[in-house]
């Protein structure tokens, strides 16, 4: 599986951005696909993770109610919608494919990796 992501950049806080997530190799329907994060200095974390089928999503608590992450089986895309952007959301973003196994927050469990898109958010 190869994962492609784009859409970073440079916004205001308060502002918008929407990442994207091209998947090739293998359906895209067969996969848990999530959104971690790295900023300067500190570990990757969780963002946001959607299930095979679409039907269950889950959040980090600092994102939940701004950021909304969806997919598209048949363009073989998911997305994450960013709003309301804060200083503390700048970050390497990476999103991440895995098919088996009921953790979804953990990065360690996620065997496909993209390249990561840089957002930066300034005050």
């Known amino acids: 599986v190869q994962l492609q992501a784009s859409g970073g950049g440079l916004v205001q806080a308060g502002g918008s951005l929407r990442l994207s997530c091209a998947v090739s190799g293998r359906t895209l329907n067969l996969y848990t696909m999530g959104w971690f994060r790295q900023a300067p200095g500190k570990e990757r974390e969780f963002v946001a993770a959607?299930?095979?089928?679409?039907?269950?999503?889950w959040y980090a608590d600092s994102v939940k109610g701004r950021f909304t992450i969806s997919r598209d089986n048949a363009k073989n895309t998911i997305d994450l919608q960013m709003n309301n952007l804060k200083p503390e959301d700048t970050a390497v973003y990476y999103c991440?494919?895995?098919?088996?196994?009921?953790?979804?927050?953990?990065?360690?469990?996620?065997?496909?990796w993209g390249q990561g898109t840089l957002v930066t958010v300034s005050s």
């Open positions: 991440a494919a895995k098919r088996y196994g009921v953790v979804i927050t953990s990065s360690d469990t996620y065997p496909y």
């Open positions: 959607i299930s095979w089928s679409g039907g269950s999503t």
